[in-house]
Nanobody, 118 residues
Framework: QVQLVESGGGLVQPGGSLRLSCAAS????????MAWYRQAPGKQRELVAA???????THADSVKGRFAISRDNAKNTVYLQMNSLEPEDTAVYFC????????????WGQGTQVTVSS
């Protein structure tokens, strides 16, 4: 079983930056995909960014050019660099890992709150 612990959330003004970290208890290099999701109040959880073990990245249209996902396999940590933050980015951000295969196994972190407000 993999435990994921997010950190780095907080309150930031519009236009500011934050970097979220997701520390995994196991090797993330063995995971097919690592991802960040977010869930705003009253809304469904949505995919923000993902990175496969091959290094392929995907970013939601709403964050392209502002957010970037990266990983450090040696530290078993995934990051989400968030720049030019907007009030609409306010949400709880969750780290997610997914194994390979049709019957993949997923793990979730507990989430970290990001609030963008002046």
């Amino acid at each position: 079983q993999v435990q994921l612990v997010e950190s780095g959330g907080g309150l930031v003004q519009p236009g500011g930056s934050l970097r979220l970290s997701c520390a995994a208890s196991g090797s993330i290099s063995s995971m097919y995909r690592m991802a960040w999701y977010r869930q705003a109040p009253g809304k469904q959880r949505e995919l923000v960014a993902a990175m496969t073990s091959a290094g392929t990245t995907t970013h939601a249209d709403s964050v392209k050019g502002r957010f970037a996902i990266s990983r450090d396999n040696a530290k078993n940590t995934v990051y989400l660099q968030m720049n030019s933050l907007e009030p609409e980015d306010t949400a709880v951000y969750f780290c997610n890992s997914r194994s390979a295969g049709i019957k993949y196994i997923e793990y979730w972190g507990q989430g970290t709150q990001v609030t963008v407000s002046s």
